[in-house]
């Protein structure tokens, strides 16, 4: 057979039948979720005007657009992110949107970037939101729904780490130098959950700050309290359902992203070590930033590939990724049409039938569905017939059974 | 609030909340089918080497491609249609996938045409396709599965037409003649389902055929009878469950497209008058054409949006459209923990639930219920916190009743 076509563009991805199965099934678990916390779906153009995405992610990232001149002569350019199209929808049909909108996007994202492992030019994001309330109840809405959805998904060892950014700002600014900034103090205070404190001070020193001076930020660090508002957030969240347990402030976590206002958040499983499976935090002056309404909000993002990576690491999806499959072998004409009846009657159960397109040899078609993972096999031959029933063949037990048609 | 942000470029489009869930909900119930018939999914990325695309659809079809340079001066493309991209697959997976590969494929494409009403630049393909056999049962599955993923979204006045291409095209090619192909008569006789016999008569003698061809090949056409194979054909699919008065030779289906090699066919719901809902038919040589390896291929495709829209227009959706939502009301802070704990519990048993995010008067809260389509209130005021009790509302009925906590 021919193989002449060009291969996929690096960077970019087919997903076949198992592994989309794995996805879409992570997917709609996780809409499912969101949709019981009341957040409607989202769907954006794959394609915007490029000035609409064009200097909101800052220098770094324009140069990571996918732009170009449509036939038309438009500068338009591929979907970078969730946020900035949903800026542009909040603007646009403020009078059809509830006042304290609550929306989930999933679709995928665009970015030029060099390719490495898990990093990929076209991805999925999964992010909520809720937008135009400062409330605590809104940030425990999201971190409830979060460990819903993740929970849902069958972790069950679940951590949400949740901080201040703003009280972490302000206890470290006094730390700060015209050399070493807080942000530049917060960046490396971040890595605390995989460095010792040494190793961090370390770092700060190398950066410049004095080693008096080191020492003192991470005890100031460590001296942190939860705020008011976080314990608020906090306690709604366990009210909300959360296990106690399950919540930990951590004066530590930063996010890498300077646009947070208020409370942040990461969530892990703790068997998985490959990083948090999501994160996010309250976000009060970015939509307006973007060009948007001048709204507060609050959300975050589940790591998709992640999660579903996590999923398998974790053999948590081992009942949607093998259903029971059934082929139908083809015996002879004269046994095909009952053999077509009993498909439509396990299909009419709910049951995957595929029907074995041509008469070959039942050792050939039990080999075909040994090949490609069919769990039972279907046999009617004119025995069979006769007597008005079939075999199901167990494949995976290497059992079989009569039934009456 | 502002309003500075560039609009959506012409002939794309936001789906927002109400009318994403409908999609989605066609979306998923399409793939429950499918899967039930052994269709296992398939996504390809959205960006491919310009070079698979050109010179597949034709010339016109090129000069409808999104087409760019990207960052490393590859020339790329935004996926067109379904099957080139499918091609790719088989061709460089042949060792992965069933030698009977069947799958679906739900993925949005990109024309550059002219936007009008109905057509768009970014919409949503839904194809199926079996290959590698040229069994009649092949053809038969796929009549099945499209009957039954449209019965499955409500539809119970469904009509398959049917007929044979390649009998059709021998059966006028004896009146074809030099200034008039067989294709050009066929086009014409495809109108036989909106226009009058004499209107067809009418156009095909303005194309140059003389009077008494022109009757003669509609004679022709009205004498046809199925193929003996067409004949297994609809035996096979009622066999699979589709009901005998559904199934419908048209001898004067022709379908537009000239890659057809065998059966073909379109689907109606008998009360939605936009045009068909789904349409195919057998291709046996498309995919080597397109580069791929030399295998026969039978398949189709359900027109989403249209499908989407006979939906909404006979009213299939009403359970989708509006399943129960609640909004929890916040009264104070007292009893605001008995709300969220209420709130969490209903969203366990899988019901909908918003917590209104800050405190404020109950009228206020429930007018936001009501103008955002809210099914319920939930209130849990002193009153009812002391009495372990909380009020429903039922906002469509106008009744409310008391239930314990």
């Known amino acids: 057979m021919s193989n002449n076509l060009p291969q996929n563009l690096k960077g970019f991805r087919d997903f076949l039948g198992p592994e989309a199965e794995i996805r879409d099934f992570v997917k709609a678990k996780l809409a499912e979720t969101f949709r019981v916390y009341g957040f409607q779906p989202l769907e954006t153009p794959t394609l915007e005007y490029a000035e609409l995405l064009l200097g909101k992610y800052g220098t770094e990232a324009d140069k990571l657009l996918y732009k170009f001149n449509d036939r038309g002569e438009r500068e338009v350019a591929l979907r970078y992110d969730q946020t900035v199209p949903t800026a542009r929808v909040i603007s646009h049909y403020q ?12 679709q995928n994202v665009f970015r030029a970037d060099k390719p490495q492992k898990g990093r990929y030019r076209e991805f999925m994001q999964c992010d909520i ?31 949400i780490m949740v901080n201040d950014r703003t009280a972490l700002v302000e206890s470290l600014t006094p730390f700060a130098t015209e050399q070493v900034d807080v942000f530049s103090i917060i960046q490396s205070v971040d890595k605390l959950d995989k460095q010792t404190v040494s190793e961090v001070a370390a770092e700060l020193e190398a950066k410049g700050l004095v080693p008096e001076r080191a020492t003192a930020a991470l005890a100031a ?185």
Chains 1, 2 share one sequence.
Do not use: W
Request: net charge negative; proline share 5%; hydrophobic share 40%.
């Open 221 to 405: 660090l460590d001296a942190l309290q939860p705020t008011a508002n976080l314990e608020k957030i906090i306690d709604a969240a366990q009210k909300l359902g959360v296990p106690v347990a399950a919540l930990k402030f951590n004066p530590a976590l930063a996010r890498g992203l300077d646009y947070y206002t208020g409370m942040i958040f990461e969530i892990r499983s703790q068997s998985y070590k490959n990083g948090s499976l999501a994160g996010g935090g309250r976000y009060d002056n970015l939509i307006s930033q973007l060009g948007g309404p001048d709204i507060p909000a609050v959300g975050g993002s589940i790591g998709f590939d992640r999660a579903v990576d996590a999923c398998k690491d974790l053999g948590l999806l081992s009942a949607s990724e093998k259903p029971e499959t059934y082929l139908a072998c083809i015996y002879d004409e004269e046994t095909t049409p009952a053999v077509l009846e009993l498909a439509a009657k396990l299909r009419a159960e709910g049951k995957r039938v595929e029907v074995y397109p041509e008469p070959a040899k039942l050792g050939k078609q039990l080999s075909y569905a040994d090949k490609n993972g069919f769990t039972h096999a279907l046999i009617i031959g004119p025995e069979e017939l006769g007597k008005r029933e079939y075999v199901v063949k167990d494949l995976v037990a290497a059992s079989e059974e009569r039934r009456a048609l």
């Open 129 to 159: 939101d809720i937008f135009n309330t400062k409330s605590h109840l809104a940030d425990a809405e999201i971190l409830a729904c979060f460990y819903d959805a993740l929970s849902g998904l069958g972790f069950n060892d679940l951590e």
């Open 95 to 106: 009078n059809e949107l509830p006042r304290f909108y609550r929306r989930y996007q999933l």
